[in-house]
């Protein structure tokens, strides 16, 4: 018997404890000072407690639980539903200092209505035996005058004739406008960000008239709400604005929306994806964001009522009680994630939709599929990245993005690595040491 190649041992933020996890055995412990020692040494007193808690293995068999994880993982991951992005412009209203989308060149022409015809038919096509969702995504989707409002209202016709779930992701600035349209359909959310309270939100993301966006976006979310359209609120975080979150906190709070069952958030970290950008001193990596908001929440622990990060696993084995399935693939594209433009082009997913050179077919004005890229995509897991094969962390990781990962090799089949080991540490020490509800 040996340690298994999947232990994830890490000392806990702020203590002289351990955590020791295995997403294999979905195992996690955390151990005192005097037990870290016992396994840091191999010294195991009891090894049967060890072993049938997979953290001691005979090899031969730990391969064999892994394939056959990794085939049931296969067969959930084919009966996932699909979520199905459509972009009906690449135009915007706003100036987002970080927009990704900016340097890709894409014309802002107006989208045809013949355009969203043949995207239902490619769907009812292909994906007719998937459970699957439309998101409605841009540029900005929600844009004010009578050709946009007709695409909407268009692509929610079409989607509820197909009994299929609308997402939307919008700058918000007009989502108060479009609220009733939207309270005729079956909408599983609207994203909307806010960066900021008042200024620093709109420093970040200025209408481009000059206008205040602030203001206009929280009455959108107020609207949307009172007409029981859930609500997923995003903010985009870096060196900047970090600062902004407790009062985030605070505003939602005083909104009345943290107390709302429809109301949720997440926090996107903002980071070079194609191309530099002004200012990219003020990013974070991966791990810098998350030092320092949970140092943040150790200031303010109310921000908790407003948002709680995942830190890898942790927020779900604090839920849960458990560890989640095997993660053997982060990365949806191609798999349950589409992503279609006014153009008739078809892309991967959210991080290519746009890019030349990124796509891989068409379904308008006739339908294509380059099957070459596409098996590239498809095939992409913790068992085709040569680097995942020997990491401990891979199956809490998955790989990481794929889009990230070519971009930054050129090799779509190189790992975009999370660094779960810290993340844990970060996030076990919050919700179990520090017990912070």
Partial sequence: MIPSAHNIFVPLKDSDRYLLVNPLSRQADILEAETAEEYRTGRF????????????????????RFKAAYLDFLDKRDNDEVQLFFLPTYACNFACTYCYQEGYGNEAEPCRPEVVDAFFAYVDAEFAS??????????EPLLSGPAPRAIVEKILKSAGERKLD????????????????????SI????????????????????????????????GVDACLAAGIPINLRMVVDKENIGELPKRASFARERGWTAHSLFKTQLGRNYELHQCQDGAGKLYDRIGMYRDVYALIGEHPEILEFHRPAFSLSKFLWENGELPQPL??????????????????????????GKAGEELGTFFPARSLNAEKVCGWEDRDVTTI????????????????????????GNILAPDCRPVGELLSLGVSLYFEKEVS
């Fill in 386 to 409: 040569p680097e995942c094969a020997s990491c401990s962390s891979a199956l809490a990781c998955g790989g990481g993005c794929a889009s990230a990962a070519k971009n930054r090799t």
């Fill in 45 to 64: 007193s009891v090894p049967e407690e060890w072993a049938e808690k997979g953290y001691l293995v005979d090899p031969d068999e730990e391969k064999r």
């Fill in 166 to 185: 609308t997402a939307f992701v919008t700058n918000g600035f007009h989502l108060a406008e479009y609220a009733p349209l939207l309270a005729t359909a």
């Fill in 188 to 219: 599983r959310e609207v994203q909307v960000t806010l960066d900021g309270v008042g200024a620093a939100h709109d420093a970040r993301r200025p209408h481009r008239s000059g206008e205040s966006s602030f203001a206009r976006i929280a009455s």
């Fill in 328 to 353: 053997f693939d982060s990365c949806p594209g191609t798999k349950t994630e589409w992503a279609f433009d006014y153009t008739g082009r078809i892309f991967s997913c959210t991080a290519t939709v």
């Fill in 130 to 139: 998937r459970r699957k969702y439309i998101t409605v995504f841009g540029g």
